[in-house]
């Protein structure tokens, strides 16, 4: 019998080479009881990611919360899912609560800058945006292309 840790690695193996179908094979084949625990749950995000499963994202991801909500990846992927779904309001209501927890998460604080520049608050989007760079340097060139931003750079042009 192949222990869960080895499973993991597997899957976490296949879905780096983008072996979807093998990565969550490794994952079915997972002990039961090791089915809930917090590396299968992650690894599980990662390939409804990978599939663009968005509902089944936001519900493991949700399971990750649950089981640690001191560690940014739920937080972070939860919020994304929703963005993925177009339910921007909880998004941004759920990176507003792990930024409680985890105050010095740089891509939490670029991710609520998207949201906030889709619901059309661009000043708090500025705001955001700005401490995202301050904690993490390479958000300044990610930024640049992101369209998640667009209503934050056609506002800062209308004030030129």
């Known amino acids: 019998?192949?222990?869960?840790?080895?499973?993991?690695?597997?899957?976490?193996?296949?879905?780096?080479?983008?072996m979807v179908?093998?990565?969550?094979?490794?994952?079915?084949?997972?002990?039961?009881?090791?089915?809930?625990?917090?590396?299968?749950?992650?690894?599980?995000?990662r390939l409804y990611s990978e599939r663009k499963d968005w509902n089944r994202m936001e519900a493991t991801s949700r399971e990750l919360v649950a089981l640690d909500d001191e560690t940014a990846y739920g937080w972070v992927n939860?919020?994304?899912?929703?963005?993925?779904?177009?339910?921007i309001d909880e998004a941004k209501e759920i990176a507003t609560k792990g930024l409680a927890r985890q105050p010095k998460e740089a891509v939490l604080w670029f991710n609520l800058a998207c949201y906030c520049s889709l619901l059309g608050e661009v000043e708090d989007a500025s705001t955001h945006l700005d401490r995202a760079?301050?904690?993490?340097?390479?958000?300044?060139s990610s930024a640049v292309d992101d369209p998640d931003l667009e209503n934050l750079w056609a506002w800062i042009k209308s004030k030129e």
């Open 21 to 45: 179908d093998d990565a969550e094979a490794e994952l079915d084949a997972i002990a039961e009881e090791d089915q809930s625990g917090y590396d299968a749950l992650s690894l599980r995000v």
């Open 1 to 18: 019998m192949i222990r869960t840790k080895t499973r993991l690695q597997y899957a976490n193996g296949y879905l780096d080479l983008g």
């Open 133 to 140: 760079i301050e904690l993490e340097k390479s958000f300044e």
């Open 78 to 87: 939860l919020a994304y899912a929703l963005r993925e779904l177009e339910r």
